[in-house]
Every structure is written in C-alpha cells, then in structure tokens.
C-alpha cells in the first residue's frame, strides 16, 4: 500500500459560519475518518463572524492560533506564526512529505511560503474557492512556491491556467462534496405557501440578501404565496431583520448548526441565492442533496456546474451591476418558474449532487492528488524576498504595487487644494498611509463597498457609500485600490453622475507573481 501523505488545512479567518470553514472542517472529518493524518491550522476570527456550528473530529488534529491577532491585523506577528506553522508541519509529519493548503487570505499564503524555506518536503496546494480578482491575485503571486493548484469549479480552475499558462499542467478541477442520503418524500405544495430557504452569510457585496427581500415583495405584488426563511449572520445582518419585520412572508433565523439546516432543506421547495460571485456554494449543494430545487444567480464561476437550467434548477440572468429591484424581480421570475414543474427538478437536483458531488466522490479525487505529492517538484520561495503579503507601510507589498507610493502621490499631488473621496479602505489604502497624510489634498470622506466598514472612521474621517461619499462636497475621488481597481472604476458612474472626478493609478495593472 503506498505511503498516505498527511495533509494540513490553514482557515485564516478561523471557524466561522461560512463556506470554506466548512469546507475544510468536512475534508478533514472525512480524511481522518479514512484513517489519513490531518490537522487544521485555525486563526482567529474576526467580531463581526458567527461560529461555525459543527464540529471537528477529534482525530483532526488542531493547531489553536486564536490566541494570536486575526491575520490581517497580526503584520507583526508573522515570525511567530511561521514558528506554529512549523511546529503543526512537524507534529502532523515529524519526517517525509507534507501537503499544506492555505486559503483566502494573503498572509496565509505568504506563511505556507515562508514553511517551504524551513522544510524542503513541504508541498503547497494552492486551493481557490472564489472568483475574486484578489484570490487571483494571491495565487499568482505565491506560484514560485505552490506545487499544484486546484478550482472548486471548471471555471475557477479555467481561469488558473489561463493567470498561469506556464503551470497548465499542475492545475486541477476539485470540486465540494456532501453527504447524498435517498431523495425524500416531500409534501405536495397544493394549497400550502411555497417553501423558500436561504442558508449563508447575511452580506451585500458578495450574496445580495436584500435582494431576496425584494423577491419576497414581488412574489407577494403578484400573489404568489410564499415562506422565505433566510439562516445565518453577517454584516447585512441588523438591516435584514429590520427590512423583514415589515415583510409578511419572511423570517430570519440565526446560524444552525448543519443538522437543523439540512432538515430545513429536507422540507423546503427551493434554496434561493442571488450573489454576485460564487465558487461552487457549498449551501447550494447541500440543498440539492436534499432535492431541494436551487433558484439562483447564473454567475461566471460556479453556477453551471451546479445546475442544469431547466432540469435540476433555475439559473436567474442578473448583472452584477443590477440594482436590488432588478435582482428581486428577476429571482421572482425563477420562482414562478420553478414552481411550474417542482417534482421533475427536485429529482432533477437530486440526481446531480449523487453522480457528481458526492462525499466518496470528493474524498476519492482528494485523497488520489495528495498521495502524488512525493512526485510534485519542491518549489521554495527565494530567499532573497519577503514572504508576507502584507506591507509594514510605504512601499510595496502584495497589496500595493512596487510604484505604487509614487503613483499616488503624483495624482495627490495634482489635486493640491481639493476636496477629495478616497475609494477603498483595505491594504491598499491602510499600507499607503504616509502618503495619504503628506497629501496636498483634503480627504473628506472614504467610501468602501462593504456595508461593514460603512459609518466608520478610518484616521478620524467618515467611511461611507460610494452614494453617501458623492454627496460629500468633494472634488475628485481617487480608487486606492490595484487588485480590485478595475472593478471599482467599472462603477464609476455613481461619481460622475454628481459631477465628481475619479482618478485610478493603474492603468494597465492585472495580478502577476
């Protein structure tokens, strides 16, 4: 029997309720079940996460960092925090091979990078969930020390090799499993409201729940009955349960723990969801394991994998642009759709998530890719370059570009005496901050798009909207921002249409190693 790698996990914003969490607590329950050594490396999350609500398997082995900062506040901890990525290597694989995932986040990456310099038999699987230009950006930038990659959707890995064409070979499709029990027997719907179900992270930017709020409004304009039960936190949280007391058909539960959720979809027609983005929802294919009948957003990423219009779901047409109404009016349409032959694509979803997404199936293609390791190139990040993603301020960094400082001050420059909107409040904006302050110009106001930052301060002055900024009396906004820069200036328009300005520093920038 050949030898079974052990294989570790990093969660860098620790056990939330959310997707990846869950993700990788179910690999490594069903690695170790399988008698595979297996550890989770685990940070600490941030406030404004829920739990997540399911347990590791004892024979996980855990590596506890939540004593340390969240990882995007712990720049000047990382030493220490490759110090207990080595040691969990170590005990996990005291000798031989290792397969080490880190996920998500930029200082993980950069960790599993700084491991390759201490330990030549640590192999780096690079694994991307979402179809975000940082997640991207994160993996083009790590390839010198990633081994193989892997796209929880043909689309995701599609667009690796497109990023990383040299590296075609070493790009593979592993897709998300569940557990896939006989379809049930479900009640008929003649004479009872429909059963609509939402399970997931309470967000604007990425899942659109206020726009499953305006479906709810619709379907009842058009007489449509119906319940929507929408499961979970978030950001988005207060302002959902606030918009959902005045809506009759609607009700918001907090996070449940999987049992409770699944029961949910056991006895719901239809999971909705209307994100922007996906990778492959782990939520959706919990649901169609079920039967239950997903009415989602047809998104660039995962969606299709998913769902078959028309035979095993409803696949919603929906800019990412498009305004709650829109998305609303849209997601009501599927509905209505969906209703109209409910049996044939519950057996239809079903039939799905057994021939493809199936744990065994999962587990199998997982265990097969990890046990090559031993035959994967060992690949070490240079010495000569500082592994952390994360900047200490001024210079570059894997979120500001090398002449990143000198663009903006250059435009900063030009816009002496001016009121201006800084878009953006992340890495590009907080390691940019010497710059900002010697600026000619007056900041006014900053504007993100995650509600979460929105009324705020960053540096004693206002985040808000992009609408709530345009209104502020400013001259110019300037986007602070390389990764998601394009983005950002694509919705532009909310500025110009208030007589603003808007500024971007780069302009032929895209995310390269």
Request: net charge neutral; glycine share 10%.
């Amino acid at each position: 029997m050949p030898h079974r790698i052990p294989m570790l996990i990093a969660l860098p914003g620790g056990l939330i309720a959310g997707g990846v969490a869950t993700w990788a607590v179910r690999l490594a329950n069903g690695l170790a079940g399988r008698g595979r050594d297996v550890g989770l490396i685990v940070h600490a999350r941030t406030g404004e996460h829920a739990p997540l609500r399911l347990a590791v398997d004892p024979r996980v082995r855990l590596t506890d960092l939540t004593g340390f900062s969240p990882l995007e506040r712990a720049e000047g901890r990382l030493p220490e925090l490759l110090d207990a990525y080595e040691h969990a290597a170590r005990e996990l694989a005291p000798r031989g091979p290792v397969v080490l995932c880190p996920s998500q986040h930029g200082d993980c990456f950069g960790l599993a990078a700084g491991l390759t310099q201490r330990r030549a038999d640590v192999r780096v699987l690079g694994w991307l969930h979402n179809d975000l230009p940082y997640e991207y950006h994160v993996q083009a930038r790590y390839e010198c020390a990633i081994s193989k990659f892997a796209g929880v959707s043909e689309r995701l890995a599609s667009g690796l090799r497109s990023m990383l064409p040299a590296r075609e070979a070493d790009i593979v499709r592993l897709t998300h499993g569940v557990d896939v029990p006989d379809l049930p027997v479900r009640p008929m719907c003649d004479g009872r409201p429909l059963r609509l179900v939402y399970a997931g992270r309470l967000d604007e930017p990425q899942k659109r729940v206020s726009a499953l709020l305006e479906m709810s409004r619709v379907l009842d304009s058009q007489g449509v009955r119906h319940e929507l039960v929408l499961v979970g936190d978030g950001p988005a949280a207060a302002r959902v349960r606030a918009c959902a007391s005045a809506l009759p058909s609607v009700t918001v539960l907090p996070p449940l723990v999987n049992e409770r959720v699944l029961a949910l979809f056991g006895a719901a027609d239809m999971t909705v969801l209307a994100s922007r983005h996906e990778g492959l929802s782990l939520s959706v294919l919990e649901a169609i394991s079920r039967g239950c009948v997903p009415v989602i957003t047809r998104t660039d990423s995962g969606a299709a994998e998913l769902v078959e219009d028309g035979v095993s779901g409803v696949l919603v047409d929906a800019s990412v642009d498009a305004d709650d109404a829109c998305v609303g009016s849209a997601m009501a349409s599927g509905v209505r759709r969906a209703a109209a032959d409910l049996g044939a694509l519950s057996r239809g979803a079903h039939a799905r998530a057994r021939s493809s997404f199936s744990t065994r199936v999962q587990l199998d293609a997982v265990e097969s890719l990890v046990d090559s390791a031993p035959s994967w190139p060992a690949r070490a990040w240079p010495r000569a370059r500082d592994w952390a993603f994360s900047g200490g301020g001024g210079g570059a960094s894997g979120a500001v570009p090398e002449d990143g400082p000198a663009r903006l001050a250059r435009v900063l420059g030009a816009l002496s005496g001016q009121a201006v909107v800084v878009h953006g409040t992340g890495r590009h904006t907080i390691e940019m901050e010497e710059v900002f302050r010697a600026a000619p110009c007056r900041i006014v106001a900053f504007a993100d798009d995650d509600p979460a930052r929105q009324g705020g301060t960053l540096w004693g002055v206002p985040v808000r909207s992009a609408e709530a900024a345009a209104a502020s009396g400013a001259t110019d906004v300037v986007i602070s921002s390389a990764i998601n820069q394009q983005q950002i200036w694509r919705r532009r328009g909310v500025y110009e249409r208030a007589g603003l300005r808007v500024h971007r520093l780069y302009e032929d920038w895209a995310p390269r190693a």
